[in-house]
């Protein structure tokens, strides 16, 4: 059955250790691995048909009302477009949080998109098939220097544990129990920095850097090396060493670019360890967007009135994925 109008849901993510990883030039050859976890902040895709079949109205930051899909200038919808033959639409995003800020939008608005394209159609999809096709249309397609833990983890939702195998299998590990799951997100908060914008060069120089066969590796096989010890003391529900970890994947993560920090945020994590905080790092490819910070409550209210004019976010782990929230048939 087709549909009239269709709403997708999908989640945003933070990545705790092994980012990095998950680039192809990287696992292909070494094996990657990530820890991450969908949140519940979401990017929403409202898709209707258009009442001009042979028209495609966009809404996003800018509106496009186009003809061909030549003429669409967002590369992530018109290659979404493209690879599900889809025409004569009606499309508008909106998200629980601002885009570039290092929490996955552009993939989570990808995957959402895809479901919600399929759905009007009346195809299911399961979330394998939405990551990997998330994960060509970002990244062979559009040609985002990213790696492809994002679209899985949007995709899947809970928090995994994700291996990126070198023939370019991707495994997906649930981490199930639920209880220290609970415990633990209440430990969690987000520390706007106040940057958003792209971080395509940042990326587009590690990716670089990742290709040259004269730079060596260690400091990411390193960071692969941490998310067992995470997954390890999370078990225990040893949230500060948890903390400790996230340090340490920073310090290994600032090594890879001078832009990743500044002094600004060296500042802020200093800050952040000063009223004792366990654990902070800067989500995505870093220089924009949030601090991921472990925390107990009692410091998490010091750090909210030391940075009360910035704005903090409490979280907790979205269990769902991409997810198909309205339909409605003609």
């Given amino acids: 059955m087709k549909f009239k109008t269709v709403i ?117 999809k399961s979330k394998e098939f939405l990551a990997k096709h998330g994960s060509e249309v970002e990244i062979k397609m559009t040609g985002s220097p990213i790696g492809k833990q994002d679209q899985f983890i949007t995709s899947y939702g809970s928090v995994n544990e994700i291996k990126f195998l070198k023939n370019d299998k991707v495994i997906c590990t649930k981490f199930l129990n639920k209880n220290i799951l609970n415990e633990f997100q209440e430990y969690i908060i987000l520390l706007d920095t106040g940057i958003s914008m792209s971080n395509n060069k940042i990326l587009s120089k590690f990716k670089n850097k990742i290709k040259d066969k004269k730079y060596k590796s260690q400091n990411l096989i390193e960071i692969k090396k941490l998310v067992g010890l995470f997954q390890n003391n999370l078990k225990q529900k040893n949230f500060k060493s948890c903390g400790e970890i996230l340090n340490y994947n920073w ?21 952040l360890k000063r009223l004792g905080a366990y654990g902070a790092k800067v989500l995505g490819a870093g220089g924009r967007g949030y601090f991921l910070i472990i925390a107990n409550k009692n410091v998490q209210n010091k750090i909210k009135k030391y940075f009360y004019k910035n704005n903090i976010i409490d979280i907790g782990f979205d269990y769902e994925g991409s997810k198909i929230v309205w339909r409605d048939n003609f």
């Fill in 8 to 124: 997708s849901r999908t989640p945003l993510r933070i990545s705790f250790v092994g980012g990095g990883t998950d680039f192809p030039d990287f696992y292909k050859l070494n094996g990657g691995k990530v820890f991450s976890a969908a949140i519940n902040k979401y990017m929403y895709l409202f898709v209707n048909k258009y009442f001009d079949e042979k028209k495609c109205l966009l809404k996003y930051s800018q509106t496009e009302l186009v003809k061909k899909i030549k003429e669409i200038k967002h590369p992530l919808i018109r290659n979404c477009l493209k690879l599900t033959n889809s025409w004569g639409l009606d499309i508008n995003s909106v998200s629980d949080v601002a885009s570039g800020t290092g929490l996955a939008s552009s993939s989570a608005f990808t995957v959402g998109l895809l479901n919600a394209l399929y759905s009007i159609n009346g195809q299911f």
């Fill in 251 to 271: 310090q290994l993560k600032k090594s890879f670019s001078p832009n990743i920090s500044n002094k600004y945020f060296d500042e802020m994590f200093y800050n």
